[in-house]
């Protein structure tokens, strides 16, 4: 295929260079974000009076033609061609003849290249951001269901205080929440377009950049040709959100992997997300989670790998930045395959409620509480820990739990000790107690519930951007 250079070149490229620089292979999925770039660009070069009217609808049809034939799989792409640019102007001139060899007038692939991304990675991050909102709704679905099923809530992985499997549910929903808006944040730098820049420095035709931008529903034109072309910061921004949310999921399904072993048996995984043994035949692997786990750090990996390619870069385009590409693809695919596998696991995921139950009432979890009981009887807190410490060794030392000590055995241990102390650190009164704005009382889940609901149906109704505009 004839390349878009080569007039000062007095050899051919090496076949080993050309198959080293060849980006076809993966910048080949960005075809339809190019062709509408064109397009855009042809009709603001008409509309300016750079080309003929009638030209640049010649090559409006010619692309809209071949966006056609490649989404119907008539069109193959040619090996030979250096990246999806080239391939779809040799195909462009090869249906309308010298007019789609003006296409390029007043334009580069510098500037085309990062006005294809950004527009691909919009759509894309939109499509992420409406994952993670049916992973928040599955969330809080499983959470209204057990918002009075009580379980051990952890630090260092040691059980701490009785909480309640809603109230763990939840905070993952406001992991990703926050995650939601750094997409939503990242998608606005995002939204500039950086077509006109040319190869670094413009044009010195008299082009319209406002006009193809609004065409291609960016809301605002890059402030400058040469960081237009060089900027990849959005990639990273973007990259750095994915790494982000990959982090969370991981921790989520470290914990399904937890949950669901033989030693906690919290919940059991659907067997359709599961696999099992080549050769154990009671097994029941938890598959899916893992893989989520496994799969964050190849995201790490892209995130470290950007970051390195931009940090010793001059203004202004630089080749090292088609490594971009392989990184935001890669990064895309992984999140959207880890959403896209966890929402229906949540979904049809089993609570073992008398499991966690029956865990929540072990290790003293009601150990706090019994300090604080002591606290409402005028004892210093300090006081107060010091007593419950004794408490908790007097029960390891007999073999019983808070509970099970007799009121004589209280008041031996403290003469602030009443009959009212059973009452008050029964499991279900140290989780009810905790009925604090965003606590893990039945009642504080219901309201977090109720408002995550009326923030799910508010953001679904939120539109992203505006659709670009039909007129010419």
């Known amino acids: 295929m004839k390349k878009l250079w080569g007039g000062r070149f007095e050899k051919e490229t090496a076949g080993e260079m050309q198959?080293?620089?060849?980006?076809?292979?993966?910048?080949?999925?960005?075809?339809?974000?190019?062709?509408?770039?064109?397009?855009?660009?042809?009709?603001?070069?008409?509309?300016?009076?750079?080309?003929?009217?009638?030209?640049?609808?010649?090559?409006?049809?010619?692309?809209?033609?071949?966006?056609?034939?490649?989404?119907?799989?008539?069109?193959?792409?040619?090996?030979?061609?250096?990246?999806?640019?080239?391939?779809?102007?040799?195909?462009?001139?090869?249906?309308?003849?010298?007019?789609?060899?003006?296409?390029?007038?007043?334009?580069?692939?510098?500037?085309?290249?990062?006005?294809?991304?950004r527009l691909y990675l919009k759509d894309e991050i939109e499509g992420l951001a409406g994952l993670l909102l049916d992973l928040i709704e599955a969330l809080a679905h499983r959470a209204r269901e057990h918002e009075e099923t009580i379980m051990p809530g952890y630090t260092h992985l040691q059980r701490a205080?009785?909480?309640?499997?809603?109230?763990?549910?939840?905070?993952?929903?406001?992991?990703?929440?926050?995650?939601?808006?750094?997409?939503?944040?990242?998608?606005?730098?995002?939204?500039?377009?950086?077509?006109?820049?040319?190869?670094?420095?413009?044009?010195?035709?008299?082009?319209?950049?406002?006009?193809?931008?609004?065409?291609?529903?960016?809301?605002?034109i890059a402030a400058n040709t040469l960081d237009a072309v060089s900027d990849r910061d959005f990639v990273a921004e973007f990259i750095f959100a994915a790494s982000l949310i990959m982090t969370h999921l991981s921790r989520f399904s470290e914990e399904l992997v937890l949950w669901s072993s033989s030693e906690f048996g919290f919940v059991a995984l659907d067997d359709a997300y599961t696999t099992g043994s080549s050769i154990m035949p009671q097994k029941?692997?938890?598959?899916?989670?893992?893989?989520?786990?496994?799969?964050?750090?190849?995201?790490?990996?892209?995130?470290?790998?950007?970051?390195?390619?931009?940090?010793?870069?001059?203004?202004?385009?630089?080749?090292?930045?088609?490594?971009?590409?392989?990184?935001v693809f890669d990064t895309i695919d992984t999140v959207r395959g880890c959403l896209g596998i966890l929402v229906p696991l949540v979904r049809t995921l089993t609570a073992n409620e008398g499991r966690m139950r029956t865990a929540a009432g072990g290790d003293f979890t009601n150990a706090t509480d019994l300090a604080d009981y002591l606290v409402w009887h005028n004892v210093s807190f300090r006081d107060a820990h010091r007593i419950?410490?004794?408490?908790?060794?007097?029960?390891?030392?007999?073999?019983?739990?808070?509970?099970?000590?007799?009121?004589?055995?209280?008041?031996?241990?403290?003469?602030?000790?009443?009959?009212?102390?059973?009452?008050?650190?029964?499991?279900?009164?140290?989780?009810?107690?905790?009925d604090l704005p965003g606590g893990p009382a039945p009642a504080a889940v219901a309201v977090e519930i109720a408002d995550l609901t009326g923030w799910l149906e508010d953001i679904r109704s939120f539109p992203w951007s505006q659709p670009a505009p039909d007129d010419e």
């Open 161 to 220: 205080q009785p909480i309640t499997f809603a109230h763990h549910l939840l905070a993952y929903c406001e992991m990703l929440r926050r995650d939601y808006a750094r997409l939503r944040d990242c998608y606005k730098r995002t939204d500039i377009c950086p077509l006109g820049a040319g190869a670094l420095a413009g044009t010195t035709f008299p082009i319209d950049r406002v006009y193809t931008a609004r065409k291609l529903g960016f809301r605002d």
């Open 19 to 117: 198959e080293f620089q060849n980006s076809l292979a993966f910048d080949a999925r960005l075809y339809r974000q190019d062709i509408r770039g064109s397009i855009a660009h042809a009709r603001m070069l008409g509309r300016q009076g750079i080309i003929d009217l009638d030209e640049a609808e010649q090559i409006v049809r010619g692309l809209e033609q071949i966006r056609e034939q490649i989404a119907q799989g008539l069109l193959e792409f040619d090996p030979e061609a250096e990246d999806i640019h080239s391939f779809i102007e040799a195909c462009l001139v090869e249906r309308i003849g010298e007019a789609g060899k003006k296409l390029h007038s007043a334009r580069s692939r510098n500037d085309q290249v990062a006005t294809d991304l």
């Open 388 to 434: 419950a410490g004794e408490a908790v060794l007097y029960c390891i030392q007999k073999g019983k739990r808070l509970e099970d000590l007799s009121y004589s055995e209280y008041r031996n241990i403290s003469p602030f000790f009443d009959s009212d102390v059973f009452e008050y650190i029964s499991i279900e009164a140290c989780v009810a107690r905790r």
């Open 284 to 327: 029941k692997n938890p598959d899916a989670p893992e893989l989520v786990r496994g799969k964050t750090g190849r995201v790490y990996g892209h995130l470290t790998g950007i970051l390195t390619a931009l940090k010793g870069l001059p203004l202004a385009y630089n080749k090292d930045l088609q490594e971009d590409k392989e990184a």
